[in-house]
Each structure stands twice: as structure tokens, then as C-alpha cells.
């Protein structure tokens, strides 16, 4: 079954579909203009459903990568405000107190 918010993206993108089609008639100027109005309309709130399903789906995959994560013991990437200003992530691999560095 369908659930309801593919059956809205159906519906705009079916809407932008016909009034596409209307455009080829022949139409008034204010006809014309109406169905530019009526096609940016179905338009911005077809960006506005997608726009909303992938923040939802990305909150879902990033909560699925954390629940792993802290399941295997893998290694976790902290939120510090450092990491927010674009600067490298601090990076902790579950063992306490061990610093290990690589040499060449």
C-alpha cells in the first residue's frame, strides 16, 4: 500500500504534469499566467516533501550508524565545538588512557 506522503508527490507531480499539458492549448494571457502561478506552486511543495523526506531518512541512517557504533565498540567521532569550526574531529578508540602514534 501507498503511504500518504508518496501519494502527495504523486499528486504534485501528476498536477505539474497536467498543467504542463494545459500550457500547449491555446490560452488566455491570464489563463497562462494562472497555470505558471499553479505550476511553481505544485512545484515548491513538491521540493518541500522531498526536502522533508531526506531529513528524515538521513536522521534515520545517522541514528542507525550511532546504535552500531556503540554496539560494536567502534570507534566514535566527538562533537566538539573545535570540530564545529571545521577543524579535525577528535577521535576515540575505546581503550582508556592508550595514546598510540604511528611512525615512519
Known amino acids: 500500500m501507498i503511504d500518504f506522503k508518496t501519494a502527495q508527490?504523486?499528486?504534485h507531480r501528476q498536477n505539474i504534469e497536467r498543467y504542463s499539458r494545459l500550457?500547449?492549448?491555446e490560452l488566455t494571457d491570464l489563463e497562462r499566467q494562472y497555470l505558471h502561478?499553479?505550476?511553481a506552486?505544485?512545484?515548491a511543495q513538491l521540493k518541500r516533501l522531498e526536502k522533508a523526506?531526506?531529513?528524515a531518512t538521513a536522521w534515520q541512517d545517522d541514528?542507525?550508524?550511532e546504535e552500531m557504533a556503540s554496539s560494536s565498540g567502534l570507534?566514535?567521532?566527538s562533537a566538539s565545538p573545535?570540530?564545529?569550526l571545521g577543524t579535525e574531529p577528535e577521535i576515540h578508540h575505546g581503550v582508556a588512557g592508550s595514546a598510540s602514534r604511528l611512525r615512519c
Do not use: D, Q
Open 41 to 43: 506552486e505544485e512545484y
Open 9 to 11: 508527490v504523486r499528486r
Open 82 to 84: 573545535a570540530s564545529k
Open 37 to 39: 502561478k499553479r505550476i
Open 53 to 55: 523526506a531526506f531529513r
Open 75 to 77: 570507534a566514535k567521532v
Open 63 to 65: 541514528t542507525r550508524v
Open 23 to 25: 500550457l500547449v492549448t
